[in-house]
C-alpha cells in the first residue's frame, strides 16, 4: 500500500454514480505504479502484490513508511544539496535515518535506498 486518496471519503453526499467513477479513476491513477512494480523481476521483489493506495490517516503502517521515507529525503539533501537548493534539510531527520541501517538491505542501493529506473 501506499499514500494516497483511494476513493471519495464523502461517498454518501455525492451519490453512488459518482462515487463509482471517483474510484475508478483512482485505480486508473495507480498504473504507473503497477507497471513499475510489475517490470521488476519476479524472483528479487520481496512484495508480490501490486500497489494499492490507502490515505495514511488510516494506516500507522503508511504513516510509519510515511516518515521513513520523509527521514530519507533529509538524509539525502544533507548528503547533495545542490539537487535541492532551495530546501533546508533537518539533521535530526537524518540522523533518525541512519539509525534505522540496520534495516537496509546488504548490497543493494546506497544509504538504504535501492533506486529503481522507470
Known amino acids: 500500500m501506499f499514500d494516497g486518496q483511494s476513493g471519495p471519503d464523502e461517498a454518501e453526499q455525492i451519490g453512488q454514480e459518482r462515487a463509482q467513477e471517483v474510484w475508478k479513476q483512482a485505480i486508473r ?36 513508511a510515511d516518515m521513513v521515507g520523509y527521514a530519507a529525503f533529509h538524509h539525502l539533501m544533507l548528503g547533495r544539496p545542490e539537487v535541492w537548493p532551495k530546501q533546508k534539510p533537518l539533521g535530526p531527520m537524518s540522523k533518525a535515518y541512519r539509525r534505522l541501517a540496520g534495516h537496509w538491505l546488504p548490497g543493494h542501493g546506497t544509504d538504504g535506498i535501492v533506486w529503481v529506473d522507470g
Open 29 to 64: 491513477g495507480a498504473k504507473p505504479y503497477r507497471d513499475t512494480h510489475r517490470s521488476l523481476p519476479l524472483y528479487t521483489r520481496r512484495v508480490l502484490e501490486d500497489p494499492v493506495m490507502q490515505d495514511s490517516r488510516y494506516s500507522q503502517f503508511i504513516q510509519a
